[in-house]
């Protein structure tokens, strides 16, 4: 009989919220340097936010960062693959949601909103269209799909999850 996949975790209410990344917002974040990433790239790094992560989703920013547009940027692809690694909790497999998620047109995407959907995460950050399209059907299950900057335009002053300032 093959293993069991994990179960997600029960994260009390005073913990930090769960958010997977997709590649590009990953990109967003420690590459590009994006301004409207910032506020997301602070909350994972201070620990008000956490990431999570399976190995073909870390794989894939690998992948994307042997592309050649990486080496116009300043900061060195391993670097940023390195820094995705230690704001990640690395899981080995998605856990048996209690439901299907929803079907997401690219199936390369897949992997995120399996992930999202199973584990009690909160966010799900992208900027990919087939993604962000799936926002309404995991709205009801408490999924919120969005891009970094949304993320911190979603945010309220003050609020002890997104550390905005009021």
Do not use: Y
Not at 92 to 101: E, F, L
Not at 106 to 112: S, Y
């Amino acid at each position: 009989m093959p293993p069991t996949p994990p179960a997600p975790i029960a994260a009390p209410a005073t913990d930090p919220a769960w958010v997977v990344v997709d590649t590009n917002a990953w990109l967003d974040l420690l590459l590009f340097n994006d301004p409207g990433a910032q506020p997301l790239q602070r909350a994972l790094q201070a620990g008000r936010l956490r990431a999570v992560a399976t190995a073909p989703m870390l794989d894939e920013l690998a992948d994307v960062l042997t592309r050649p547009f990486v080496a116009d940027w300043p900061i060195a692809a391993v670097q940023v693959l390195a820094q995705a690694r230690v704001l990640c909790h690395l899981v080995d497999a998605v856990p048996v949601p209690d439901r299907p998620a929803p079907r997401c047109r690219d199936r390369d995407d897949q992997k995120f909103i399996d992930l999202a959907w199973a584990w009690p995460a909160h966010w799900l950050i992208s900027r990919d269209r087939a993604l962000l399209t799936l926002a309404r059907p995991a709205s009801p299950r408490g999924l919120h799909i969005t891009t970094p900057a949304g993320w911190a335009g979603a945010s309220t002053p003050g609020c002890p999850t997104t550390g905005m300032a009021a």
